[in-house]
Every structure is written in structure tokens, then in C-alpha cells.
């Protein structure tokens, strides 16, 4: 129960997720004037950073485990824009998936793993893609008109859910 109760005081100051024994957080640390590095770290449930994950000036955010534990898909404006980047959490390799719209945010796994919903600015709107982990074949899934956000994959992987 310490870990949850570590979890609970901290999250005012960072966003944290948790993943079996292990939380992925971000910490906001000031660099100068309007610039700011959101770090990724990687914490056991005591508290004890274990590993920090990003370093890159800019924002590292949205942090999601794929079901398996063995990659973390994050969102990145490293490139400029916020785009869906994929880290492997054995080698910690990142690699940028999404390159179509300008603000592409709020990865979500599908339950086997092998695709990543994402809310993307595309057409002045946004809309629901899927993506394979490597970034190959985007698939826009909305089409109606209006934003479309905060896709979750059922269980089954055969729906997905989001806001519009």
C-alpha cells in the first residue's frame, strides 16, 4: 500500500501510470523562460526511480504500456509537432510511428498489440487512426465531420471507443 500512497501525494506534481510493479512518470522541470523538458522516468512502486526514460528539451507525455510490457508508446514534439513515438523497453530504442496530421496524441494499444489507436489533427479535424508499433499502415477509422478524441480498444479488439 506504500506505493499507492507514494502514487497519490506525487500526482499533483507529475503524472504517473502504472504497469505491474513498475509507474512511467512525467516530471515538469523549468529549463528557462516558456521552455520546459517533461521527462520520462521509470519508478518501481516504492518510489525509487529506476530508470530515467527521455532527456529530449520539449514534451514527452500520454505514456501507455503495450499489453505485453515490452514497448511504451508515448507522445513526443521532439520533431516539432506532438507525434506517437514507440520505445522498447529492453534496448530503450524510440522510434517515431506517426507521420501524417499535426498533432497526433493519445496512443491506445489494442489488446493483442499489434496496432495503436491515436487522435490526430488531420483536415482541420481530428480523427481516429490506427497504426502497426513499427508505423506502417495508418488507417484513418472516422470520417464524419466534427473532433474525434480519447480512442480506447475493447477488450476483444474489435471496437474502439472515443469522444467526439
Not at 507529475?14 to 505491474?20: G, S
Not at 516530471?27 to 529506476?50: A, H, Q, S, V
Not at 509537432?81 to 517515431?96: A, F, H, I
Request: glycine share 6%; proline share 6%.
Amino acid at each position: 500500500m506504500t506505493g499507492v500512497q507514494t502514487c497519490a501525494l506525487a500526482i499533483s506534481k507529475k503524472v504517473l501510470l502504472l504497469k505491474d510493479k513498475n509507474i512511467v512518470t512525467f516530471e515538469i522541470n523549468k529549463l528557462i523562460p516558456e521552455k520546459y523538458l517533461l521527462t520520462t522516468k521509470l519508478m518501481d512502486m516504492k518510489g525509487k526511480i529506476k530508470k530515467r526514460l527521455t532527456v529530449r528539451a520539449g514534451i514527452n507525455v500520454s505514456p501507455t504500456w503495450s499489453p505485453d510490457g515490452r514497448r511504451l508508446a508515448f507522445v513526443s514534439d521532439r520533431s516539432g509537432t506532438p507525434q506517437v513515438y514507440v520505445m522498447n523497453m529492453k534496448t530503450y530504442r524510440t522510434s517515431r510511428i506517426t507521420f501524417i496530421g499535426n498533432d497526433n496524441s493519445e496512443p491506445a494499444w489494442s489488446p493483442t498489440g499489434d496496432r495503436i489507436a491515436y487522435s490526430s489533427l488531420y483536415e482541420c479535424s481530428y480523427h481516429i487512426f490506427t497504426i502497426k508499433p513499427d508505423g506502417t499502415s495508418p488507417t484513418r477509422i472516422t470520417r464524419f465531420a466534427g473532433d474525434h478524441e480519447s480512442p480506447s480498444c475493447a477488450p476483444d479488439g474489435n471496437q474502439l471507443v472515443f469522444t467526439r
